[in-house]
């Protein structure tokens, strides 16, 4: 680990997450992204709890696959907070948080009856990761060396105009990131963001398919990565074209194309 002495603390300056033996928290994870997440870290030899709101899916999940488990609403700051305090009191080696929880909801911003689906996806898209960060943030930094993972996704850069609060609230959660990470210089706290791209999941609901790379397919890049050491973006290949599209001079063009035009 590479270090600066700060007073009696040794605080990390860049150091991977270590996927064979940490003790992580993801919320929002019974389903999609966020569970097969869980299942990967398990898998490489991490003690994984999942947060969620259906406490008899959590209940199955715990059953089928050796959980720890948590309920959580990351809409009601009341929720987070008792989660937080379950979870550190009966896991006090916890290092790493994922911030998972989203919802995704078609808008047109022609109407105002979009405004709900806008309110909903703020509070729970970056007001969740804000709230999340905050409760389980005093642990970690007395941790020697933890981890915060955010989640945002490559339509943080590239819009998909169909789902506009839901970018723009990733986009938001880029930029927090960016101030959280240098925020914690110089603490134990390492600050990844995973930036997924369109990937096949019930994010919009049962039933609906908006296309995206197979599950696995991307969890299979996500992991690699996570063992190689990315840091300070998760980016699989197939979100490239997004991340980079304003460089790149393709963003208004990708921003049709996504849009259907």
């Known amino acids: 680990m590479t270090g600066l002495w700060f007073g009696s603390r040794v605080c990390r300056i860049v150091d991977a997450m270590d996927i064979t033996n940490s003790t992580v928290f993801i919320s929002g994870a019974t389903s999609g992204i966020g569970l097969g997440l869980a ?96 409760a389980f943030l005093p642990h970690l930094l007395e941790q020697p060396a933890s981890t915060v993972m955010t989640v945002s996704s490559g339509l943080a850069f590239t819009p998909l105009t169909p789902t506009p609060t839901y970018s723009a609230m990733k986009a938001a959660v880029h930029s927090y990131t960016l101030s959280l990470r240098q925020q914690l210089t110089g603490s134990p706290v390492s600050v990844l963001e995973l930036v997924p791209p369109a990937v096949a999941t019930d994010i919009q609901g049962e039933g609906v398919d908006f296309g995206g790379m197979p599950l696995q397919a991307y969890l299979d890049e996500v992991t690699a990565l996570l063992q190689a050491g990315a840091s300070p973006e998760v980016l699989v290949q197939n979100v490239l074209p997004l991340r980079w599209s304003e460089r790149d001079g393709t963003q208004q063009q990708l921003i049709e194309r996504l849009a259907g035009h």
Do not use: W, Y
């Open 39 to 134: 299942l990967r870290l398990q898998q490489a030899g991490s003690t994984v709890v999942i947060g969620g709101r259906r406490q008899t899916l959590l209940d199955s999940l715990a059953t089928e696959h050796g959980f720890a488990t948590v309920q959580i609403d990351v809409d009601d700051p009341a929720s987070i907070t008792a989660a937080a305090a379950t979870v550190t009191a009966a896991h006090p080696s916890l290092d790493t948080l994922v911030t998972m929880s989203g919802i995704m909801r078609q808008e047109d911003l022609r109407s105002s009856a979009h405004l709900p689906d806008a309110e909903a996806t703020v509070t729970t898209n970056f007001l969740g990761t804000v709230r999340l960060v905050d």
